[in-house]
């Protein structure tokens, strides 16, 4: 993607190797210089502006339309509905693989969840798409909405999150219960919640007759392009998706949706290039969502504080024609030493879009409750919550049994409270103010999240000016793929990063597998990884073999690649570069591929998982309840740290994130109708400066062999996990009241 | 969007005279109306910009003691006025402690004033609103309503004003002046805003092409200035409309309250002045007996509008520390944490 022009930046200082420094992004400039392009900066000549409308009902069906209003709109195309449109070639409520959700696009009257697109208006300009998709001024049939965790009869679903079994245990819970000297049994309650990312979903579609140009973001190019291959019957390399930029999807950009859909679709109608991107309230419905939760913990301990059961049952709620089920009792698998564990989930199905995994899916909403039950547990058994924690510390995974490929909690533990001075921390709630009166608590909580690995490719190039090029397509959200995976490439590669041309964001380079689950870093590095030792084996190959080059008989283990140069192990001073073996040989350039993959076998035998320890302060106003976090420390074991500022910015994302998630966000349902009443960015809280307090955040050390060959964990989600309980158990620890109810509102602490 | 006019008068007369037509509205910075344009909600013929009429943009210091405040006068200019912000601190922190910087840079004094409510029905057109639609209903009335009013409302309609900037004015006495197509009047702000009633789509007391052009603190508000705080409770530390918020307002001689000011925001379709409560603090001590009493009196008539009793209590409590905080005087400087309880924080710990 030549345009992209990362290289341009100033050379990056480096000392030894890549990885490991704290570079800087290297999209960074554009970005600032606004010269990123983001999907909906593509303008192809003779784009049209298309706008859906979308249902203001949650169920019912569209009874009518006018379409003769919007289309007398000067500067109207053409208006799509239900039967105006191109056919697709399959029926997009067949789900051909466990990662295709059902979309609505326009394939019958039926309105299933407020927001759902019904029609798309497609004009010369998008304030005349606008326009006309408000004279379409739809009539519904309207049946009563389906509303909230009690909207019917509760079932067990086959599987929660992705695949996992509904029901786990070890143990006998109700045993380890009746035989507990202390046990506490809470409910605690987490609201819907919508992933905002400041991008909202766009798309630019250009159809050249049956070939395909998108520019879209996604989380998931391979995913996506094998989506829109089989609803339109094209083949796969009649695709191609550019995302080079995100401007956030914390798994909402995941997987195809609906509204890029109906671009594409759009364009086809037309026959024209077509940008569609959703207003921000538009994305409150068919872009996935965090579903709400109501989980009830109960735990025993013996007279010595230890755990004897813990029994985490979590409701939820899935939309009325597909299944996501946020798998937020799992949450209680791997943190605690239980010798009886227990986790299950039932479900209601509501007139809402399909939930979907955003940032930490059920780590997250699992988290809170848990971290908030454990405090519950310790105060009951008078133990500090840090020493509570330690004494049940997991030397195994409890729910398996199987060891850690790695864990440095203890050392988080440690750490995060001598950086925070937790020692301090009186037992008792409601014992600390500052010098204006106000209430000081301090909580903690502790974090973790699974290292997965996915699978990927990535092309490596070696070329005779010395240079070297890594291609995967891999996905931007922010995070910064185009500097760590550089950073990567360039080890790999025995290059300076200056030297690599680092390819990714594009569908014509090799799967990179998705930006998800945070294991993107993990698995296209690992891709990566395999990708630059083939490309050096084979350079190798032409230089151990060739009796004029000073490496001739080392064999290919005998060499190592530095600095754009082949040296012999035994002897570090005989070697030659690059550019010399290919030009000696006769060749422009060598290539070799390389995969990423998870490995079955260290997976059966290890549990791998990221952890932490966060520690937070809060201020509340004694009388008018009022809550501000005024410190956060957290500290985090990740296994490698590719790039620390980036881990660091995630990190802190991820905690502020956390802090939200206790005290700020929630999508507010009207209960007759089932719409989101606070859509748009003003009323949907989510923290701003003056709300975030000075983040502090240590990374700990942590070796792992097994994780990947790069012993890298993932870190994209793991902030919230911890950050959202300690934050609550502050509030708590300040004033006493413990609220079970996310999030934490002023009226709760007035009492 | 809906197609529409799009004028820009040049003076004050040929403003009224453009907007006098059925369908116009003014615009000043737009930053309500723009967006209940774009949400539908608004759907005018004529747009009349005010924003570059002469003369209207002046913070003038009036020979009597009083200060005139032209409406095109920005939030954040007029709060920076180092001068009006001395002698009116109320004021000056009631504007910081709305909205963000960038909207109170854009934010006019006029557009403050008569900023729509932000009753989520009546921004979302596919629901019943008597705002909105004369007459079709209130669907806030048994939905989402944990932020509606406790004060003034009737069953046609329970929505609050959200303005800051109109309570400490409200407790002030500020004045409106008006041009309108039969010339200049000037009414009290307390006039300016009305409860809903029967006509809740009725917000204000003025007449198609009524333009403001102007807000008058008398001489009196200035005599306040040592003891006038806003506090402003709010579900995030900043960028948040007030869940109830009050200005109080104190002249304290040799230990006595001679004269006490006292409104509330976020509580009614208007900004709420609580004279009631005024009267039982004068001429007695600034004590927080004094403040409970004022405070029970502030809001003997509240009554809950659905979900939200415990904003009663919570503005019972406002009222109090608001009160408390005028006695204690004016800080020296505008806290960075403008309005709020966190404002005097200084972020040491007794363990
Ligand atoms: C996200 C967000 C958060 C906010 N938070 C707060 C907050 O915390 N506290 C707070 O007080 N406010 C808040 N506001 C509201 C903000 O203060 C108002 O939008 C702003 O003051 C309106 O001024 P304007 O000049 O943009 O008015 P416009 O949007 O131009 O006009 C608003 C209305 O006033 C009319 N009008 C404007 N000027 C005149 C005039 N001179 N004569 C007659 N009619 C006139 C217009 O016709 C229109 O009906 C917030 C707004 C937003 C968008
Ligand atoms: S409270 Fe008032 S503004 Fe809100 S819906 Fe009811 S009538 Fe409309």
């Known amino acids: 993607m030549p345009e992209l022009n990362l290289t341009s930046a100033p050379a990056h200082l480096r000392h030894g190797s890549n990885i490991g420094q704290p570079l800087t992004r290297r999209d960074g400039v554009l970005k600032a210089k606004g010269q990123a392009t983001y999907a909906a900066d593509n303008h192809p000549p003779g784009m049209l502006f298309a706008v859906m409308a979308v249902a203001s009902i949650s169920r019912g069906r569209v009874t009518s339309l006018d379409v003769t209003a919007a289309k007398r709109h000067p500067g109207v195309i053409d208006v799509m509905t239900s039967n105006h449109k191109p056919e697709l070639a399959i029926d997009p409520e067949i789900k051909t693989n466990p990662f295709v959700f059902r979309m609505e696009v326009l394939q019958s009257n039926e309105v299933r969840y407020a927001n759902q697109p019904i029609a798309v208006v497609i004009a010369e300009t998008l304030e005349a798409a606008t326009e006309g998709a408000a004279l379409l001024a739809p009539r519904y049939e309207t049946l009563p909405a389906l509303v909230g965790l009690d909207a019917g009869e509760s079932f067990v679903p086959p599987v929660v999150g992705v695949g996992n079994p509904t029901e786990n245990h070890r143990g006998d819970v109700e045993a380890g219960l009746a035989a507990a000297d202390k046990r506490i049994d809470a409910v605690y309650e987490t609201p819907p919640q919508y992933h905002n990312a400041m991008e909202p979903h766009a798309i630019v579609a250009a159809w050249d007759g049956d070939s395909l140009q998108i520019d879209m973001p996604t989380q998931g190019l391979m995913l996506s392009l094998a989506r829109v291959a089989e609803l339109f019957g094209i083949a796969h390399d009649k695709i191609h998706i550019r995302s080079p930029f995100l401007g956030g999807g914390f798994g909402s950009k995941g997987l195809m949706a609906g509204p890029p859909v109906l671009g594409i679709m759009a364009a086809k109608l037309v026959g024209k290039p077509v940008k569609l991107v959703l207003r921000r309230e538009q994305m409150y419905g068919p872009v996935g969502h965090r579903a709400p939760t109501r989980q009830r913990l109960r735990i025993g301990t013996d007279s010595e504080g230890r755990l004897t059961a813990l029994d985490h049952h979590a409701r939820t709620v899935s939309s009325t024609f597909d299944d996501f089920y946020e798998p937020a009792a799992d949450a209680s698998h791997t943190l605690y030493a239980a010798p009886a564990i227990r986790t299950s989930h039932d479900a209601v199905r509501v007139n809402t879009g399909t939930p979907l995994f955003m940032r930490a899916p059920g780590e997250a909403t699992g988290s809170i409750a848990l971290e908030s039950a454990i405090d519950e547990m310790a105060w009951a058994c008078g133990i500090d919550p840090l020493a509570f924690r330690l004494k049940n510390y997991a030397e195994v995974e409890p729910i398996t049994g199987k060891p850690f490929s790695s864990k440095a909690l203890r050392a988080c533990y440690e750490q995060g409270a001598a950086r925070f001075g937790w020692a301090k921390r009186p037992l008792q709630p409601r014992q600390m103010r500052d010098d204006a009166g106000l209430l000081v608590g301090w909580g903690m909580g502790t974090a973790t999240f699974p290292a997965l690995m996915f699978q990927a490719e990535a092309r490596a190039v070696l070329r005779r000016d010395g240079s070297g090029a890594m291609e995967i397509g891999a996905h931007d959200m922010g995070q910064g793929a185009w500097t760590a995976l550089a950073q990567i490439a360039a080890d790999e590669l025995g290059l300076d990063i200056d030297h690599v041309d680092f390819k990714a964001g594009s569908s014509d380079l090799p799967d990179a597998g998705i930006a998800g689950g945070s294991a993107h870093t993990a698995t296209a590095g690992a891709a990566i990884h395999s990708a630059g030792a083939a490309v050096i084996a084979k350079l190798a190959d032409f230089a151990t073999s060739d009796e004029r080059s000073p490496l001739f008989g080392a064999g290919n283990a005998g060499v190592i690649a530095r600095d754009g140069r082949l040296i012999r192990r035994d002897d570090e001073s005989r070697g030659e570069s690059y550019a010399e073996i290919l030009a000696r040989a006769g060749v422009a350039e060598v290539e070799a591929r390389g995969t990423g993959a998870p490995n079955p076998a260290a997976m059966e035998e290890y549990a791998m998982h990221a952890h932490g320890a966060v520690f937070a302060e809060v201020k509340v106003d004694p009388e008018l309840g009022q809550v501000r976090v005024t410190r956060m420390v957290g500290a985090f074991a990740a296994g490698r740290i590719v790039n620390p500022r980036m881990v660091q910015s995630q990190l802190f994302g991820g905690m502020i994130w956390g802090l939200s998630f206790a005290l700020h966000e929630e999508a507010i349902t009207d209960r007759r109708t089932g719409r989101i009443m606070n859509a748009n960015l003003g009323e949907y809280h989510i923290p701003v400066n003056a709300d975030v307090p000075p983040l502090d955040v240590i990374t700990v050390e942590e070796h792992d062999p097994h994780v990947n060959a790069l012993g890298i964990k993932g870190v994209g989600e793991i902030g919230i996990t911890g950050s959202a309980g300690a934050v609550a158990n502050a509030v708590w620890h300040a004033t006493g009241v413990r609220v079970r109810r996310f999030p934490i509102r002023i009226e709760e602490l007035l009492k | ?351």
């Open chain 2, 1 to 351: 969007m809906k197609q529409f006019d799009y004028v820009r008068p040049a003076t004050v007369s040929e403003a009224v005279a453009a907007a006098a037509q059925p369908g116009a509205v003014y615009l000043a910075a737009g930053t309500n109306l723009l967006d209940l344009m774009k949400g539908g909600v608004s759907r005018p013929d004529r747009l009349v910009d005010v924003t570059h009429l002469d003369g209207l943009d002046r913070i003038e210091r009036l020979a009597d003691g009083g200060i005139r405040i032209g409406a095109l006068v920005s939030n954040a200019d007029l709060a920076h006025d180092a001068d009006f912000a001395k002698s009116y601190p109320a004021v000056a922190e009631a504007l910081l402690s709305g909205a963000s910087a960038q909207l109170r840079n854009a934010a006019s004094v006029g557009g403050n004033l008569l900023q729509r409510t932000r009753c989520a029905y009546f921004y979302d057109t596919a629901s019943r609103c008597n705002k909105r639609e004369a007459g079709s209903g209130c669907d806030a009335r048994d939905g989402e309503n944990r932020t509606h009013a406790v004060l003034g409302w009737s069953e046609n309609c329970i929505a609050t004003h959200p303005s800051d900037f109109c309570v400490p004015l409200v407790a002030l006495d500020a004045i409106v002046e008006i041009e309108g197509p039969n010339g200049r009047r000037e009414i009290a702000l307390d006039e300016l805003h009305r409860l809903p009633g029967d006509t809740p789509e009725r917000e204000s007391a003025l007449e198609p092409g009524d333009l403001i052009v102007a807000v008058r603190l008398p001489p009196a508000a200035r005599g306040f200035a040592a003891h006038a705080r806003y506090l402003k409770v709010r579900d995030r530390t900043s960028y948040a409309f007030a869940v109830v918020s009050a200005a109080a307002a104190l002249r304290i001689e040799n230990g006595k309250i001679m004269e006490a000011r006292l409104a509330l925001g976020g509580v009614a379709a208007k900004p709420w002045r609580a004279r009631a409560a005024e009267d039982v603090l004068k001429d007695v001590a600034p004590t927080v007996d004094a403040f409970q009493e004022a405070a029970s009196r502030a809001l003997a008539d509240a009554k809950p509008s659905g979900d939200n009793a415990f904003k009663i209590e919570l503005a019972r409590r406002i009222v109090v520390r608001a009160l408390s905080l005028a006695a204690a005087g004016t800080p020296a400087r505008i806290p960075a944490l403008p309005a709020s309880p966190f404002a005097s924080t200084s972020g040491a710990i007794h363990a």
